[in-house]
């Protein structure tokens, strides 16, 4: 089984990334065979959903895919023949990042149906996660309402893929050192308190999403999940 891991993240090494690390785990230990590709957005030169319509057009040689061409359009089709998908993201000015949402407008918007309700044609249905991570505490980000701001995007990917599993990681540790950058507004030592405690316990519950994820995905491909025999 192929498994798309979407970091929507700058930073490859960071709080983004060592969650869907875990995540990624999380399904290796259901799915010791399975096989992932990473996809930092951001090594990527490419522009969000250009209107051309293409992908809506009847009959059009593009109907259904993106007709943009550039750096992640083989990727976008490899997505859409994938196992599952993980998707992760900071949160940038209460919303995903730019970057991060303008690959899945690319990737989500071809397979819309514009019919009396949406529907989706995309090639097969696989099971997605959503994982944010961001600097607000919990009771701050609903205060905020950013489980709102954030499920549109969530919306789309329930039509197009599968219902997402949602998971927000709070109160993130930004900086290594909080000394070297002008960041009042946090306590570093708190910070460095919720990393050591608190960071490896949600590393767990992504690992836990991944092991669902795994689960979903066998049962929407039983036989693709069976080890290869090696006798
Ligand atoms: C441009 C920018 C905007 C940000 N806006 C928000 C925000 O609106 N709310 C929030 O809680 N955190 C915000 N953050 C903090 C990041 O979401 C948070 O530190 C995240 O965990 C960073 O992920 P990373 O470690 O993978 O880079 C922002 C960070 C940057 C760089």
């Not at 900071?90 to 397979?111: K, M, N, S």
């Not at 599968?162 to 540790?173: A, V």
């Not at 306590?187 to 308190?193: A, D, I, P, R, V």
Request: aromatic fraction near 14%; charged fraction near 25%; hydrophobic fraction near 35%.
């Amino acid at each position: 089984m192929m498994f798309y891991v979407l970091n929507g993240s700058p930073r490859k090494n960071h709080n983004t990334a060592k969650i869907l690390n875990s995540a990624m785990e999380g399904i290796r230990s259901v799915l010791p065979d399975a096989e992932f590709k990473w996809i930092h957005v951001y090594d990527y030169s490419y522009s969000g959903c250009v209107s051309c319509y293409g992908c809506k057009r009847i009959g059009g040689t593009y109907y259904g895919r993106c007709a943009k061409r550039d750096s992640i359009s083989g990727l976008l089709e490899e997505i859409s023949q994938g196992d599952g998908l993980l998707i992760g993201s900071p949160v940038f000015f209460h919303d995903l990042p730019g970057q991060l949402r303008a690959f899945l407008e690319r990737l989500l918007y071809p397979y819309l149906v514009y019919g009396q309700v949406y529907t989706s044609i995309a090639l097969k249905r696989f099971p997605v996660a959503f994982f944010y991570t961001m600097n607000a505490t919990e009771e701050k980000m609903k205060q905020m309402l950013y489980p709102v701001k954030l499920s549109a995007m969530e919306e789309y990917a329930e039509i197009v893929f599968s219902r997402p599993e949602i998971f927000y990681c709070y109160d993130t540790c930004q900086f290594d050192n909080y000394k070297l950058y002008k960041a009042d507004r946090f306590s570093e030592k708190e910070k460095l308190h919720i990393r050591r405690e608190q960071f490896p316990k949600d590393c767990l519950k992504a690992a836990a999403i991944g092991k669902e994820i795994a689960r979903k995905a066998i049962c929407q491909n039983p036989t693709a999940s069976e080890s290869p025999d090696r006798t």
